[in-house]
């Protein structure tokens, strides 16, 4: 019978040396979910505004051209940047983080949320992706919002983004102007 060391109190040894190597286990798995996913790696800021893409993880896209190129994007405005700009190139695949997992999925078969309470990246008006339709339904009870496919979405980042620019050059002209902070 085990005692409280975990030990055999009959035979004095470990029951199973499985149980001794699992913290080890648990370690590396927590070190490899705590490194950066392959495509933040590859591109760690937005091609477009620059912004960090780990930091924006929940709302980062990858494009995959036919060519075999990728650009990474940390929205859905940047990604309809370069998908605006890079208008003979064809997309082989376009990938989205999911908002709650930050795992990439399928753009076109993921759920979007449009709008909501909690503010968007890159925009006025939020555009989130989820794998699933029951996070997705699970968000908008929480926090607002509609459901729409990723062409309603795509349409809707075209649709807001003179306004969306226009709000990014004023703040990025209010930040340089700012005075710099004291030491």
Known sequence: MPGASGRDLESGSFPDRRFAVSPAILAVAA??????????????????????RERFGHSRMVIEYEDG???????????????????DRVPRR??????????????????WVLGGKEPGV?????????????????????????????????????QDMYRDTRAIRERRRAHRQAPPPRP
Do not use: N
Request: with cysteine; charged share 25%.
């Open 31 to 52: 070190l490899v979910a705590a490194a950066p996913a392959a495509d933040v790696q590859q591109a760690p800021s937005c091609q477009h505004c620059g912004m960090d």
């Open 69 to 87: 190129k990728s650009v990474g994007t940390c929205s859905l405005h940047c990604a309809a940047v370069e998908l605006a700009v890079a208008i």
């Open 94 to 111: 376009i990938l989205v983080a999911d908002r709650d997992t930050r795992e990439l999925v399928d753009a076109e078969r993921a759920v």
């Open 122 to 158: 890159m925009t006025g008006r939020a555009k989130w992706a989820f794998r699933d339709r029951a996070a997705a339904e699970a968000f908008v009870a929480r926090a607002g919002g509609e459901l729409v496919s990723f062409e309603d979405a795509i349409a809707a980042a075209y």
